[in-house]
């Protein structure tokens, strides 16, 4: 696609449901990473993805949180039971390489999610 | 503990003349800055970069300085567009094998008045 596609971009969920957010990446990119953004702050470090494999899982706070990535394109982050401080935009990026100073990554429009 | 910094939440200026926008930073493993800018309900944008081995790049109406020793960076918008008004947040990868890893400040919204 054009751009780094994400769904759902807006999620509502009661405490302790699974939830599932997915990132369609710029075709052609090998990388992709998962950001989140809580409320008044910066965007925080989740996971890298370096085609199917994640190098870097170091941001997941915690075992409820984890990520996939199949055929080197889509990848799903899943966190189970969520919690209240789990609200926060949840936002995946993508590049050409993962490593490089020129490689510019991509944002999309976030996912949007809401514990209550 | 915050590596990347912007100290200004926001910051307020008139059309047509100079926004700067500073940023600091304290992990001096860091090589390369970016600054990105983000409208309210999307994705954060690729604005302009700098590598280490420089003090300065420019870009249109966007500069970004970088003075290393002391571990400081700014932005500058001039002259300054209503369409400038935004998040900006600066960020900063580190070089070696984890070189993909971008740390983020937390933003300073930007307001350019009519």
């Known amino acids: 696609g054009a751009g780094v596609s994400q769904s759902p971009s807006n999620k509502v969920t009661e405490k302790g449901k699974d939830v599932e957010l997915r990132c369609d990446p710029i075709s052609g990119h090998t990388a992709l990473y998962w950001y989140r953004q809580s409320l008044g702050q910066g965007l925080e470090f989740l996971i890298y993805f370096q085609g199917n494999s994640a190098p870097d899982k170091s941001g997941l706070p915690s075992d409820r949180f984890s990520a996939e990535r199949t055929g080197g394109s889509v990848s799903t982050l899943t966190i189970q039971r969520t919690q209240q401080e789990d609200s926060a935009v949840y936002l995946c990026?993508?590049?050409?390489?993962?490593?490089?100073?020129?490689?510019?990554?991509?944002f999309g429009e976030g996912s949007w999610l809401t514990v209550v | 503990d915050q590596q990347v910094k912007q100290n200004s939440p926001s910051l307020s200026v008139q059309e047509g003349r100079i926004s700067i926008l500073n940023c600091d930073y304290t992990?001096?493993?860091?090589?390369?800055f970016l600054w990105y800018k983000k409208y309210p309900a999307e994705g954060p944008t690729f604005l302009i970069s700098i590598s280490s081995i420089k003090d300065k790049n420019e870009d249109g109406r966007f500069t970004v300085f970088l003075n290393k020793s002391a571990k400081h960076l700014s932005l500058h918008i001039v002259p300054s567009q209503p369409g400038d008004s935004a998040v900006y947040f600066c960020?900063?990868?580190?070089?070696?094998?984890?070189?993909?890893?971008?740390?983020f400040g937390k933003g300073t919204l930007l307001t350019v008045n009519p």
């Open positions: 992990n001096s493993m860091f090589d390369y």
């Open positions: 990026a993508s590049s050409l390489g993962g490593q490089g100073a020129g490689n510019t990554i991509y």
């Open positions: 960020a900063a990868r580190p070089g070696g094998g984890s070189n993909y890893k971008l740390t």
